[in-house]
Nanobody, 123 residues
């Protein structure tokens, strides 16, 4: 599975951004899709995931501000981010996994990763 992400960029605090990620190749293996992020000096962490049935999982820090959605026909996952905070600054990575609840298994167990896209929130 290959993952191609787009979106990201520089935004002021309180602003919004939208990330997209499209899977190609053996997309049947992309049961769960989602986003992780890694800030400088920190470990990669879960942001949000969604499976083919639409079941979602969010990090507590983004609940109410970020919304993950998925278009199964297009093998694409979206992350709508509003009310962005300085702490949201990070490289955001698209991820996919053959299991329906990849958030259960930890970052190191994720099957597929896309290249990261930078999100920078300025004051």
């Amino acid at each position: 599975v290959q993952l191609q992400a787009s979106g990201g960029g520089l935004v002021q605090a309180g602003g919004s951004l939208r990330l997209s990620c499209t899977a190609s190749g053996r997309t049947i293996s992309a049961n769960s899709m989602g986003w992780y992020r890694q800030a400088p000096g920190k470990q990669r962490e879960l942001v949000a995931t969604i499976n083919r049935e639409g079941i979602t999982k969010y990090a507590d820090s983004v609940k109410g501000r970020f919304t993950i959605s998925r278009d199964n026909a297009k093998n694409t996952v979206y992350l709508e981010m509003i009310s962005l905070e300085l702490e949201d600054t990070a490289v955001y990575y698209c991820a996919a996994d053959s299991r329906p609840a990849m958030w259960r298994y930890g970052v190191k167990a994720v099957d597929y990763w896309g290249k990261g896209t930078q999100v920078t929130v300025s004051s």
